[in-house]
């Protein structure tokens, strides 16, 4: 069966919730705030890779899920393969993202229903619901996007109306296409960072002798 690649957890928990309530709330005092750093980006990423993690690890033993690794599947949706970080790589991921909040409303809106309020799944799709707006705000603050045209909704809900078993199952796979999603996006922004920090070390190269 298809495994999640580990997550290194060397992100500051201090430094990211600090970002996420940055960049989840407007600007005060009509000032604009400094877009983020790619640094920035990347311990976020790096963050929410490991709590996408736990939260398909609780939602696929709490919706009793593990047997066979149902949830496991090799064919995720289409805007959750990749990620590719060509040269638009991370603004395209703001799409991915947008669609993984509407994915996650979905996810909630049918765990509402199975659970009383305050529940513990709900309380960690809240969480991961709001690490992925925050991941928004930062690429809107590093990529500024033209004005949204009025009357635009979000991309339908890749979760039709179903039995409750076939639900759970479909939103257990979205977890785990995600996690697998993000731990593959932290690994690749930590490789890109590496490289640069090499070539930063080595400086120019001296010009060659004719």
Known sequence: ???????????????TKGLL????????GGRPLPPPTLQQIQALVRHMAEDAQELFTFYEENQHL???????????????RG???????????????TRMAQA????TRHQRDLNPPGAEILRRLA???LKVRGLLSNLDGLFPAPSPVPGHRPPTSPMAP?????????????????????AKLSARLEARSRRE???????PRPPTRS
């Open 162 to 182: 179903t039995k409750i078993f076939r639900q759970k199952l479909a939103g257990c796979q979205i977890l785990w296409s995600y996690a697998r999603f993000m």
């Open 66 to 80: 593990a047997i066979h690794h149902l949830c496991r599947t090799n064919r995720p949706p289409e805007w959750l």
């Open 197 to 203: 920090k090499r070539r930063s070390h080595r400086g």
């Open 21 to 28: 309530i940055l960049w989840a709330v407007p600007s005060q």
């Open 83 to 97: 990620p590719v970080l060509g040269p638009g790589g991370l603004r395209e991921l703001r799409g991915t993202m």
């Open 104 to 107: 996650l409303q979905d996810i």
């Open 1 to 15: 069966m298809p495994q999640c690649p580990p997550c290194h957890s060397s992100s500051s928990p201090a430094v």
């Open 127 to 129: 969480s991961t619901h």
